[in-house]
């Protein structure tokens, strides 16, 4: 049995979160330590993916790769980093929604062409795989791994095999993808940064001095404040940027970019000191939170956020409520991601890994918990019973986003809509299983007016059941089936 006062180390906080697909960086930096560079590029992105991580270097038209399973400080050293020449770079973090946690399907994906070799790193999902690998298959292409990523580096090699140039192949490969997808592509030529139509996932632009002109790509602006890159600004939908020693040339490869950035970016999945529609994301959490206490408003002694997402929110909720901010759970920032068990005894005995509640804080206080999200319930649960356990007398529950009610097809992994615990309860339902006093979600309408931008600007179909990009039946149906095998 657990004791009071502790969650289990085998109760990952984590798992009842929506997960980031995958963290990408790039760099063509002649002069500079370009794996050094993405090393600590990737380091700033960990938060989008901790399953593997990779590099791949271009020194000339040689390419060089080391990818493995684990945290970027598990996988790289000085040793292997020293291995890594070039003047272009191409990184990648993986969390993996399409394809399973196999090195393998750790990434970049390196293929080789006429041209030379190519290095690919993808945030996000497409949803042809099906049709796109019978096309492939039809070329009688070898696949390696299980990744839509690996299509999508194939069928450039193949336009690349038929005569064409690295940009008009890159472009003819991506007509023929369907989804999201933010990709750094590594060449002996130059580094090319892509966004499909609909722009889903982020990818922004940074420079590195100006004589000569070097250039970094990455998921979020995090990752080019580490390694001093000033940022320029994001690769918009529908573009291709391709950098070389010469500089930066631009192509919008799709003829009518759709803007639909994922909302959960700027809820949830990326860091809150990045850059995002002009403003760090720690802005944009302050005021979902405040706006989430004008909407659902409690009495109460204090107002905690679950770290750390849930922070930002709790601090504006608290701005607005006129109550007290008080930190009431406290995380172990150290864990990161662990492949080793606890043992039976350790289970038994209890062990604070991910959080621990402050007894001196929340005994004999009525407590506002703020979170991002509830997807399946299940560590809110844990969560507020570890509050009751360690002396709150009442347990209020503010979550900083509307219900989530629909899975994710492009790059999020999620439940199937039968797990989502909204997409089944009502809110009543919902707070009586995860045991709270009371419950309540920010609005559609609040969370997009928050963002201060054009409400039609952003994916939220997480909450509607509205897909920009149309998902066909059998993506939906294939999804069920894999949910159902994985129990």
């Known amino acids: 049995m657990i004791p009071n006062h502790s969650l289990a180390a085998d109760e990952n906080i984590a798992s009842d979160k929506q997960e980031e697909a995958c963290g990408v960086f790039g760099v063509c930096a002649p002069g500079e330590d370009v794996a050094k560079m993405t090393y600590f590029g990737l380091y700033a992105l960990q938060h989008r993916g901790q399953e593997s991580a990779g590099i791949a270097t271009f020194d000339g038209e040689s390419v060089h790769l ?111 993808c369907t989804g999201a997808f933010s990709l750094i592509i590594g060449t002996p030529a130059g580094l090319m940064g892509v966004r499909d139509p609909y722009g889903v996932r982020p990818l922004v632009i940074g420079t590195l001095g100006t004589n000569p002109m070097r250039y970094a790509l990455a998921s979020e602006t995090c990752a080019l404040d580490i390694i001093g890159a000033e940022y320029l600004r994001e690769v918009e939908p529908g573009e291709l940027v391709w950098i070389t020693e010469d500089g930066m040339a631009s192509f919008h490869w799709s003829q009518q970019p759709k803007p639909k950035l994922c909302i959960f970016e700027m809820i949830y999945f990326a860091r809150p000191d990045s850059i995002m529609e002009g403003e760090s994301l720690y802005s944009y959490r302050l005021r979902i939170g405040r706006k989430l206490a004008e909407e659902s408003p409690i ?82 649960r844990k969560i507020v019973k570890a509050l009751r356990d360690a002396g709150a007398t009442e347990v209020h529950m503010r979550i900083s986003s509307p219900p989530v009610t629909h899975p994710c097809f492009y790059g999020i992994d999620t439940d199937n809509q039968d797990q989502l615990i909204a997409a089944t ?63």
Not at 101 to 111: D, E, F, G, L, M
Not at 129 to 155: H, P, Q, V, Y
Not at 302 to 317: C, E, K, Q, R
């Open 425 to 487: 309860k009502s809110v009543a339902e919902i707070a009586k299983q995860i045991g709270v006093d009371s419950l309540a979600f920010l609005s559609r309408e609040g969370m997009l007016k928050a963002t201060k931008d054009d409400s039609n600007n952003f994916c939220s179909a997480c909450f509607t059941g509205d897909y920009p990009i149309p998902v066909p039946e059998t993506v939906k149906r294939s999804k069920l089936m894999l949910e159902k095998a994985a129990t």
């Open 299 to 380: 009495d109460a002694d204090i107002v905690i956020g679950v770290p750390d997402s849930g922070i930002p929110a709790a601090i504006g909720f608290s701005q607005v409520a006129g109550i007290p901010y008080a930190e009431g759970l406290i995380k172990n920032r150290y864990v990161g991601r662990t492949f080793i068990q606890p043992t039976q005894t350790m289970r038994e005995s209890g062990i604070k890994m991910k959080l621990n509640p402050l007894k001196d804080v929340l005994e004999g206080k009525r407590v506002i918990m703020v979170d991002d999200s509830i997807v399946r319930g299940t560590t809110s």
């Open 66 to 176: 080391h990818k493995d399973m684990g945290l970027v400080s598990q996988v790289f050293n000085e040793s292997s980093l020293s291995h890594l020449p070039g003047v272009i770079a191409v990184g990648h973090n993986r969390y993996s929604t399409t394809g399973s946690s196999r090195v393998v399907n750790a990434q970049p994906v390196v293929v080789e062409t006429r041209l030379g070799s190519l290095a690919l790193a993808h945030n996000g999902n497409l949803i042809n795989t099906g049709i796109l690998r019978e096309e492939l298959l039809k070329r009688n292409c070898n696949f390696i791994s299980t990744t839509d990523s690996e299509m999508i580096a194939i069928a450039i090699a193949l336009e690349v095999e038929d005569g064409k140039d690295w940009l008009e192949a890159a472009i003819s490969a991506f007509h023929r």
